[in-house]
């Protein structure tokens, strides 16, 4: 079954994402969709598989490593408090993992709550914009970097 996550890969891959961040061992980083909480990150598998029991031995070590490598860059460059990690699958099943940095300026009622938990009007309100975000999307590839070597886009 062909999902976005394919899409947005083959994109990646061909320099055409304007969301993705750097190119990892196990996939690409990408900035997500909607940046309601500034910097929440995507970690697409590369080569695509189904879920992560698809995975075996290193591939398996290398994407979950890589997930929090992500999440340690988040905390260096955002300010966040703690970083949340989910890899669901339900809607689109290919590999894929959401890396949300938390923050202490969050209301009180959805800050102890899963990201996804927050109102439709909320997660729709911080549209993911290229110009807005290049920088931060720069500073989060640096912060890989400075953890995994070159970071190759």
């Given at each position: 079954?062909?999902?976005?996550?394919?899409?947005?890969v083959?994109?990646?891959?061909?320099?055409?994402?304007?969301?993705?961040?750097?190119?990892?061992?196990?996939?690409?980083?990408?900035?997500?969709?909607?940046q309601?909480?500034?910097?929440y990150?995507?970690?697409?598998?590369?080569?695509?598989?189904?879920?992560?029991?698809?995975?075996?031995?290193?591939?398996?070590?290398?994407?979950l490593?890589?997930?929090?490598?992500?999440?340690?860059?988040?905390l260096?460059?955002?300010?966040?408090?703690?970083?949340?990690?989910?890899?669901l699958?339900?809607?689109d099943?290919?590999l894929?993992?959401?890396?949300?940095?938390?923050?202490?300026?969050?209301?009180?009622?959805?800050?102890?709550a899963p990201?996804?938990?927050?109102?439709?009007?909320?997660?729709?309100?911080?549209?993911?914009?290229?110009?807005?975000?290049?920088?931060?999307?720069?500073?989060?590839?640096?912060?890989i970097?400075?953890?995994?070597?070159?970071?190759?886009?």
């Open positions: 079954m062909r999902t976005v996550i394919h899409e947005r083959e994109a990646a891959e061909e320099g055409t994402n304007p969301k993705a961040i750097c190119r990892m061992s196990s996939g690409w980083a990408v900035l997500g969709d909607s309601y909480l500034k910097g990150c995507l970690l697409l598998s590369n080569p695509t598989v189904s879920d992560l029991n698809a995975l075996e031995g290193m591939a398996r070590t290398r994407f490593s890589d997930m929090a490598i992500i999440g340690d860059a988040l260096e460059v955002t300010g966040a408090i703690r970083i949340n990690y989910e890899i699958g339900n809607l099943p290919a894929h993992a959401h890396i949300f940095p938390r923050y202490v300026t969050e209301p009180e009622a959805h800050r102890t990201p996804m938990m927050y109102p439709a009007e909320v997660k729709d309100s911080v549209p993911f914009d290229r110009d807005r975000d290049f920088s931060l999307m720069e500073r989060i590839a640096a912060a970097q400075r953890r995994i070597g070159d970071c190759g886009y």
